[in-house]
Structure formats: C-alpha cells, structure tokens
C-alpha cells in the first residue's frame, strides 16, 4: 500500500456494539427461497420445487445467530469455548466492520452528504451520488467482516468446498450484515460439531469474500477504502485495502539462534549484520519509516558468497536472532522467513505467486522483517540460461521487480539478503540489485583457526589452551578496522591492474574527479560495472557514515530509542554521523569492485574448466573408438 496506516480506534468499534448485539440476537430477513419447500421428502433427503414460477416471492426469515451457535451443543446450557469464539468474533467482527463503513464516509463525501440528508431530502445528483456511496459503504462493511472472520477464525479442520454464497443486500452497511449474518448461520445449522461448526463459519467467510469480489465492479465511489491500510491493534486485524489478508496467524519463530560471539572470522559480515539490526529496529511504527532511510546508510538488499562452510548459515541464525531479541524487547513483531527451491512449482505461474507472497509477507509495514534466499543461484536463473525451468525466470522477474522496481518502496522496516557459493551464477541485474557485498570466507589466520577450534571442542577436556590470546583476534572494532584497511588496495588481479594503471596516470586520488576516473577505467575493464555499481558504492560510503555505534542501553530498555518518536529517533541517530573520507571512499570501490572482478573471473573459470573437461572427452572417445574399430567391435 503507498498510504499511511489507519488506526482503528477502540472507541469507534464500542461504540457500535449495542448494534453488532442485536445483530447476533436476533434479525429478521427477506428471503428468496426460489420455490423450495422447507420440508425434505421422505426417504431421499431432497426437498420439494414447485413447478409454478415464484421467483418474484420473498419471505421473512427470523435469524437468531446466537441460539444456532447454542444447538450444535445442545446436550449442554453452556457455550463451549469454540462456541463461545465463534459468538464474540462474529458480534466483534460486525462492530469492526460497521467503523471501518464510517471510517469509509468520512474518507469520501458519503459523511457530508448523510448531514445534509438528515436535514432535508437530497434531490438530483447529489441524491444519486448519496444513493451510489451508501451502497458502497454497504459493500465495504460486508467486505471488512468477512475478511475479520477469515483472519480470526483458526481452525484445523478440511477446507469446507461445498458452502453457498450468503443473498447478498447492499443497501445500506447494516442490510449488508444482515445478509451476512443470515449467510452465516444457514452455513453452521446443523453442524455435527464444533470443530466442523468453526470450519464452515469460515468457509462461508471465504466464499463471501470471493463473491464480494466478483461484484466489486459494479460499485464506484470504492477508492478512499481500496488505498487505505488499516490496523485494529487490540485483534491484531488488518485491512490492505481488498487484498486480502491470510487467515493464519504467524507461528513463533523457531530457529537456532547463534550469538556474535560463537562467529569465527567474518569479521565485515558480521559487523554489518550487527549494524543492520540497530537499524532496522529504528524503525517507526506510526510514521511507518526508518531514520535510516531518510538520513542514508540502509541496507535494504544485499548479497552473501562464500565457499560451502564458511558461515553463511550461522550468519542468518546470528541475524535472526539479534533481531528477535530486540523485538522481544521493543514489544514489536518480528518475522523471519526464507525463499527456498522448495517453493519452486511445477506449474506455471506458482513459483512467481509463491515468491511474490514470500516478497509482501517480509514487507508489511507493521512487523520487522527480515527475509533470506537462500542458494539464490539454485532458486533464481539467469535470463541467458535455457536450461533454467519456468519457475526459476518467474522468480528472477520477481526479485528483480521487488528490490529495484518502479513499485519498490523502501520503508526501512525489513531486510532481504540473498546467499550462495557460486554468485557468478545468478543473473547480473539481480546481482547488482544487492546494495551490499559481504565475503562470507569463514576463519582465515591461524588465531582464527585456534579460536574456532576452542569453541567448538568445548570444555569436557584437560588439555592445555597454549601460547595464545584466546577471541584476541576477533575483538570487532579491531578486526574489522584491519579487514577495512586490507581494502585499501585491490585484492582482485583484474582490479590490481586497473588500480595501478590509474596510479600511474592520475596519481593518488585527491578530488572527486579523480574518484570518477578510476569508475571510468574500472567501467572499461569490466563492462559490467554500471551505474547500479556506482549506486550501490555510494550507499556503501553513506552506510559507512552512518557507521556509528549505537548505545547497546538504546535496545536493552525501550523507553530510550525504541519507543521515542520518529523526530527524536532521527535527531539522536544525526547527532552521531560523521563525514566521509576518501580513504573510505577508496575502501568501498575496491570492496565492491572486487566482488565484480571475482565473480567475472569464477564465471570464466567455469567455463574454460567446461571447454578443457569436453576437449578431454572428445579426445577419449576418439582413442576408444580407434581401440574398438581395432578389434571389430566398432559397427558405425
């Protein structure tokens, strides 16, 4: 959604619950019953259809919600708590959908011309116009409990497939109700028990939903409702507009959180990691955007590559795990979720949905999210690829929409970090739609190598640790500072030579037309250093200044950042921020346009690896098939 959020109030619900009361009390209804007789025919369980048109006939029909409920028990004067469930949330779902039909009008004319109405008849067009806004209030209010009940019924029962569509009225939102309410209990009458009372329930809210949809068309006037996001805090209930929510709440998360300290090496990943996890919890909920965003520095995509057990993995545990604790703390949810070849379809069209869904659950403004594709080279193909199945290009489209589209919006609230051994296989935009590298190479120096050994062996042992200052080496602000420095010159031989080139030529770089020189040559040794490439560098550069420690006291209470306003947050983050040097300028090219370097240099490894091992297999089946001609064995 591209509007601020809408609180539903607490007030505007209560406010109509005498009415929602009433409602699951007792109502009365006109009915078509197309010529059906109440009454089964002996023996078949089928009813009696009169042969004389009666389309045009209604009847009333007295509804009392409430009593329905009561029967599935009826051995027993006291609701069960499923009956009792399904008792409040219909009555509280009908209350939330008659204010979200005011917060309706009072976002369109329909509230101005309601007034007018009350003082005296509308006439001419703004009678038309009041007519057109009140059936369209009418078809909100059915819409929003509907979309209440699917999202907070919960039930483990089989998906109930054979539910009618209630006889829709939308003359007004508490006419839309009725026919809802109706709907309702004519799908529970009768239901053997509780656990198939609560599935039909929601059945008959699902299949409202799709019929409310088929009719969308044929009301104007929808717009202020099909824009608005709205959130009712106390039922954790939300409305995007007609997209409609799922009806299964997240699970607590579960995974095996690893902490800073159990990381060996890595030392810039997971400083950053470390960094980015401050800053998503800078996050503000109500103005629904993140200091970070607007003052620089943060990190919305960015990529992992490293050879097999070099800690990618427990990179993602220590991430999803710092974020978890602060969550925890802040009172805020937190949702973690990851993309695998596992959710690539056979049919078409699934694999896109299946990564679209993945997409929007990491974004939604009101958790902070932190989403990870994992083997990305395996989940999403290269264009140029066509070995790749459908699902993998539907997924590359996707990724590549999501991250950098004309739709994308960065909100600050989430994460997405795309991970693999072999990079050079994943497309090169998708590639360079990751606003970070982080070289995940594992332990390096033998202090890394003494250090990850002492932790893992644990302390069931006597044997003596040795000549050396255990953890000395990973001290974090020292070892990332050394693993900064080291990028002061290329490490890439592609990139020496270029940098050495641009020494010669220009000199060491001085001014900001020396900087754009060396992209200039970097551009004409690898042809795959774009303007994204200069993109994604300058956000490096303007992370890097906003590279500043944030007070671990600011997440431990929340009442100190966490829970300040958006204003105050940005205020105390600015006062923290200090310029940039060129020698970080220098680092962040280098860093970036190694990682381009490395990944070119795999790709055409690969390939010359590809071209020696069939020249290899040629040449052997050449020396075969002399050997079988040889003995007559050969008959080609």
Known sequence: MDTGLTLIDEKDVEKHRATAQSLVTRVVVMEDDGGRSKTALAGTGRRFVSTVSTGSVRRTREIELARTIAAVRADDPMLSIA??????????????????????????????????????????DAAQTYKTLLSASAYVAAFAFAAYLTQMLETDAEPVNDRQEPDFLFDTPQDALKSLVAGLDAAIAGAPDEQ????RA??????????????????????????????????????????????????????????????????????QAMK????????????????????????FTFIGDGAPGT??????????????????????PFHYENFGVDQISSYQGKSGQNCKQFVENVLSPRAIG??????????????????????????????????????TVVRGNC????????????????????????????????????????????????????????????????????????HSKPQEEGLQRVYERFLNDVGEPRTLADIGAYLHMIKQAEPRFTGRA????????????????????????????????YDEKKSMIAELRRPFTMAMVMQEINRYADSEFRYADRADETAVNNLVRDQRLRERAVREIKAMKARGAWDG
Request: glycine share 8%.
């Open 276 to 299: 980015l996890a401050k800053m998503l919890m800078a996050y503000d909920f109500e103005r629904q955007l993140n200091p970070f965003v607007e003052l620089g520095g943060f990190l």
């Open 415 to 486: 994460t997405f970090g795309m991970f693999s051994n072999h990079p050079e296989n994943v497309d090169d935009a998708l590639r360079q739609r990751a606003g970070a590298r982080w070289l995940v190479d594992g332990p390096q120096t033998l202090e890394d190598y003494i250090d990850i050994f002492v932790l893992l062996a644990g302390k069931n042992h006597n044997i003596p640790l040795g000549d050396h200052d255990l953890y000395a080496t990973q001290e974090i602000k020292r070892a990332v500072e050394t693993a900064y420095e080291a």
């Open 534 to 565: 200069i993109r994604n560098i300058t956000d490096a550069i303007k992370m890097r200044v906003m590279d500043i420690e944030l007070p671990d006291e600011w997440f431990e209470t929340p009442d100190l950042f966490m829970r300040k306003s």
């Open 202 to 271: 929601k059945a008959l809210a699902r299949v409202a939903i799709e019929g409310l949809l088929q009719r969308k068309s044929r009301f104007s006037g929808l717009g202020a409702f099909e824009d608005a996001h709205m959130r009712l805090e106390a039922d954790d209930f939300t409305l995007d507009g007609f997209d409609v929510a799922p009806g299964k709440k997240r699970k607590p998360l579960a995974m095996s959180f690893k902490k800073p300290n159990e990381i060996i090496g890595n030392h810039i990943a997971k400083y």
């Open 311 to 332: 800690g990618k993995t427990i990179l993602i545990q220590m991430t999803a795990g710092l974020l978890n604790d602060y969550c925890q703390v802040a009172g805020v």
């Open 196 to 199: 198939a009372m609560t599935a």
């Open 83 to 124: 009956q009792h469930t399904l008792l409040y949330r219909a009555r509280r779902g009908l209350a939330v959908a008659l204010a979200v039909a005011d917060n309706f009008a009072r976002a369109s004319e329909l509230e101005s011309l309601q007034a007018r109405n009350a003082r005296a008849p509308l006439e001419g």
């Open 370 to 407: 932190f989403g990870t594709i994992d083997d990305i080279d395996q989940v999403a193909a290269k264009r140029s690829n066509d070995r790749a199945s459908a699902g993998q290009q539907e997924v590359s489209g996707v990724l590549m929409e999501s991250f950098a589209g004309a739709t």
